[in-house]
């Protein structure tokens, strides 16, 4: 019951989501029309904040992993030597 309830959720959720982006074209198209263009540069600035932030999350998980295996690599190093 459980994974139905998460498999109709998974199909519903893009629907809602869909249904939203019209409401907020027209916000902006009228708010554009009449001359105001604040909450049209709000709206490209969040949208520009929720593409990036994945890939800067991701690019530091990667620098982290990256420079903690370096330090782990050079602790085996000096190991192999002190033998």
């Known amino acids: 019951m459980k ?5 109709v959720l998974t199909f519903l959720i893009p629907l809602i989501n869909w249904a939203q982006c019209a409401m907020c074209r027209t916000q902006i198209k009228n708010n554009v ?13 969040g949208i ?22 370096k330090v782990n690599n050079r602790v085996s190093i000096s190991e192999r030597f002190k033998s």
């Open 33 to 45: 029309s009449a001359g105001e263009t604040s909450m049209a540069e709000g709206l490209n600035n």
């Open 3 to 7: 994974r139905a309830s998460i498999l």
């Open 48 to 69: 520009m904040f929720l593409f990036f932030t994945p890939y800067i999350v991701v690019f530091v998980l990667i620098f982290l992993w990256y420079k903690n295996s």
